[in-house]
T-cell receptor
Framework: DQQVKQNSPSLSVQEGRISILNCDYT??????FLWYKKYPAEGPTFLIS?????DKNEDGRFTVFLNKSAKHLSLHIVPSQPGDSAVYFC????????????FGTGTRLTIIP | DTGVSQNPRHKITKRGQNVTFRCDPI?????LYWYRQTLGQGPEFLTY????????KSRLLSDRFSAERPKGSFSTLEIQRTEQGDSAMYLC????????????FGPGTRLTVT
């Protein structure tokens, strides 16, 4: 039972354009959502998060949007840079579940120079 | 660097052997998590410690797996009688902030069971 889904295994974007990564979830108890970035041979690195009481959170080039009614969130990166090439994981947590993270399967983002 | 550290980074073992991994969290972080990641999947939760108390274990954690966090500092994850299906990346994460949910991950231990 995949509670967090990232349906696009890969995405290629031209440098300077916008990258949009999508994530869907099924568990209504999730109330906090996070995006992690992962390079090969390294652990995931926290990127940005959003609480379920908000619908948008912005940090520099990264913006996360949350649509609770659709159980959907997205990560926008603009402008995309070559260093953004990595695997991006969406994760969700619920405040009553010891805050353990449930991850999606990841999207490999490739920025084309 | 005061990030999460894990040792060893790589472990190759024969089926049936026991292995032990160590995680040193960020100092003063009282919460520590273990996850397992297999190829093509995201990390999956294994177990959670608050200080020295193990508060939750996933059903993924069979009887062959045991984790400890003595004195609430570093943690160890032991796998007994390893099987080929145990081959994976084992990730440790820590956090100390009770108002946010960001977890800080170590580089992981890659286990290969032959």
């Amino acid at each position: 039972d995949q509670q967090v889904k990232q349906n696009s295994p890969s995405l290629s974007v031209q440098e300077g354009r916008i990258s949009i990564l999508n994530c869907d979830y099924t568990n209504s108890m999730f109330d906090y959502f996070l995006w992690y970035k992962k390079y090969p041979a390294e652990g995931p690195t926290f990127l940005i998060s959003i609480s379920s009481i908000k619908d948008k959170n912005e940090d520099g080039r990264f913006t996360v949007f949350l649509n609770k009614s659709a159980k959907h969130l997205s990560l926008h990166i603009v402008p995309s840079q070559p260093g953004d090439s990595a695997v991006y994981f969406c994760a969700a947590s619920d405040s009553f579940g010891n805050e353990k993270l449930t991850f999606g399967t990841g999207t490999r983002l490739t920025i084309i120079p | 660097d005061t990030g999460v550290s894990q040792n060893p980074r790589h472990k190759i073992t024969k089926r049936g052997q026991n292995v032990t991994f160590r995680c040193d969290p960020i100092s003063e972080h009282n919460r520590l998590y273990w996850y397992r990641q297999t190829l093509g999947q995201g990390p999956e939760f294994l177990t959670y410690f608050q200080n020295e108390a193990q508060l939750e274990k996933s059903r993924l954690l069979s009887d062959r797996f045991s984790a400890e966090r003595p004195k609430g500092s570093f943690s160890t994850l032991e796998i007994q009688r390893t099987e080929q299906g145990d081959s994976a990346m084992y990730l440790c994460a820590s956090t100390g902030d009770s108002t946010t949910y960001e977890q800080y991950f170590g580089p992981g231990t890659r286990l290969t069971v032959t």
